[in-house]
């Protein structure tokens, strides 16, 4: 069980980090409640 | 703290336990995708099945879809509670779908109700919001662009489906996403409009 916990937790970690990459570009909250996105990925000029 | 966030910070807690190599920015991006999942998963899985218990998942795709492609770039006023959020979102669809059903638009009122989304869309997309604030001027321009775009799509796709349900659902629709981005929505809900903006001239967060 211990060997599939890190692969899976790189796989979550991965993914999380797309979503979080791409929703700083576009809206991915459609349904009415967004959690509060980090300052790391507010995008300035 | 809300559900999805509390859950997020569990699984971000385990994460760091296993991966001792990210850094604090990195597991914040990553308790943030995984909050931004929570959040959107369970309610669109309640009110898939309430859709489908309905009998209504045909329109009720057809609202998904076209409310969501125009909300992805033009973002809109967000519920500030995760317990108003399921009710509101019920609400929102279940009133586009009715009406969709209900009212039969001929081809003046769509594109009279098209010209003053296009309008809102033009002068007020993308409307962020103090949780996700869009700073990037360039990223505005393209965001802006992209929700023109949408709304001329989805003007075609309410011409082409004219007469039916599906051109009043898209159209209602449309119209529901564009009240969301103006800056009388956010004052009534309490948000702040222009968030983004005010970063960008005062490099500020």
Sequence with gaps: MKRFLKPLMVLISTLALLIASTSSMACYAWLLREPKMPESLIKAD | MEFPERMSAKITTVIAAHLDDLSEEKLAEINYGIAVFIANSYKMIIIFILAILLNVFKYFLVAFVSFGALRSFASGVHAKREWTCLPASTLFFSCVIYLGMTVNLNIYAISFIFALCFAAVLKY?????????????????????????????????????????????????????????????????????????????????
Aim: net charge positive; aromatic share 8%.
């Design chain 2, 125 to 205: 997309a993308p409307a962020d919001t103090e949780e996700r604030p869009i700073a990037s001027s360039k990223l505005r321009r393209k965001l802006k662009l992209m929700s023109c775009i949408t709304v001329v799509i989805l003007y075609a796709a309410a011409l082409y489906n004219r007469g039916t349900p599906v051109s009043s659902i898209i159209v209602f629709a449309t119209l529901f996403e564009s009240v969301l981005i103006l800056p009388v929505t956010y004052k009534l809900a309490g948000s702040m409009y222009g968030v983004g903006i005010r970063i960008n001239n005062k490099g500020e967060v």
